[in-house]
């Protein structure tokens, strides 16, 4: 039985693996086979995007002012400022979104490596 046990400790990670494949790819495929019938003007898409851009906006403002683990440690001034300087390099570069992240985590990373010597 012990030898049974040790050749399947693969299993779960199967299964893990196997699960969140599907969990998630079905739905890419639905969006896939729905998307090309929806125009970009009807209600049901600007409703998907708006739904989008609130959960976008929700898990960063839980980020910014309920951090966890070492992010936690950073004063909340710092991670607002951190947040506003990188809105503002999105807005000035021509709103690329790598920029505006970019430009916050090196200005995070900054302020905290200022604070930390």
């Known amino acids: ?9 693969w299993w779960p990670y199967v299964m893990i693996l196997v699960a969140g494949w599907l969990a ?3 739905w890419r495929w639905l969006g896939v086979f729905a998307g090309g019938k929806l125009r970009e003007d009807s209600e049901l898409f600007i409703w998907v995007r708006c739904v989008a851009t609130a959960l976008v906006a929700g898990v ?3 980020l910014v002012l309920f951090p966890q683990g070492v992010l936690g440690d ?14 503002v390099c999105f807005l000035a570069l021509g709103q ?5 992240v970019l430009s916050a985590v ?9 604070l930390g010597s």
């Open 1 to 9: 039985m012990s030898d049974l046990m040790t050749e399947t400790w």
């Open 24 to 26: 998630t790819d079905v």
């Open 60 to 62: 960063i403002s839980k």
């Open 74 to 87: 950073t004063p909340i001034w710092l991670r607002l400022a951190a947040a506003a300087f990188g809105f």
């Open 96 to 100: 690329r979104v790598i920029v505006g």
């Open 106 to 114: 090196v200005f995070l990373l900054a302020g905290w490596w200022i």
